[in-house]
């Protein structure tokens, strides 16, 4: 064989080991620096279950949320719109739109006493480090129930926690119980109304005064008490 055809062989070698290269995941750009691609994201899923211990309270749908570690309310302290809006008239929609909330989920019914209902939240939002859920008890003026931002670093897969739940009072609207303030099926009256006339701060809620107490204008019976706790919420990580 001839020293030519030997040194042929150099440059068809070359294109051979270059080829082989191109079977990876990395990719060289024209500067000659290999790129890794991007990590997956990584999806983190949550089913949160919610059963209803009251008599006569239906629950308006639930809202479920996202985000860092800044609670949606705090007893002693004011009530956000948002959270006044839902106390007040059972719409969640204010409060699942706030900037603070980086994945959602809203209920598509009311909860009724005895009913349980199952919402799944997803995210891939390694920001979104803590939960919460609300709903409001409608057979009241502004009573709301739920838990505000459980750190989710606790939770395994597969391992459910569970709490039972009281009731807190918003603080927005007087706790009057007289017709035309309740939005909920004991008298189908007005629900949000922007004016406050209440202590203006959440609070844990004594319970609602009934026409069976003595209280000849409230629109409700002692069907529509409460003692806590509320509701039954348990809350499983499925990934």
């Not at 459980?150 to 918003?170: E, H, I, K, R």
């Not at 002692?222 to 039954?232: E, G, L, T």
Request: hydrophobic letters at 40%; charged letters at 15%; glycine letters at 8%.
């Amino acid at each position: 064989m001839s020293i030519y055809n030997i040194k042929g062989l150099a440059p068809l070698a070359l294109v051979t080991l270059l080829s082989a290269c191109g079977g990876s995941d990395n990719d060289i750009d024209n500067d000659g620096v290999i790129d890794t691609p991007a990590p997956m994201p990584v999806e983190m899923s949550y089913e949160v279950t919610v059963t209803n211990l009251t008599y006569a309270q239906p629950l308006s749908p639930l809202a479920v949320v996202l985000h860092g570690d800044s609670a949606l309310w705090t007893v002693g302290e004011m009530a956000s719109t948002p959270l006044e809006i839902l106390a007040e008239g059972g719409d969640n929609s204010e409060l699942i739109a706030m900037e603070s909330i980086l994945a959602s989920v809203s209920g598509e019914a009311a909860v009724g006493p005895g009913a349980s209902t199952t919402l799944t939240v997803t995210t891939t939002d390694e920001m979104a480090t803590h939960l919460s859920i609300v709903s409001m008890l409608v057979n009241t003026n502004d009573a709301f129930t739920g838990l505000t931002a459980m750190d989710l670093s606790s939770l395994t897969v597969d391992n459910p926690q569970t709490w039972t739940l009281g009731v807190y009072d918003a603080g927005t609207e007087a706790n009057s119980e007289l017709a035309g303030t309740i939005p909920g099926p004991a008298d189908g009256g007005t629900g949000y109304i922007a004016e406050r006339d209440d202590v203006d701060f959440v609070a844990m809620h004594p319970g609602v005064v009934t026409m069976d107490d003595g209280l000849s204008t409230s629109v409700l019976t002692q069907a529509h008490r409460f003692d806590n706790p509320a509701i039954k919420l348990t809350i499983t990580r499925k990934q």
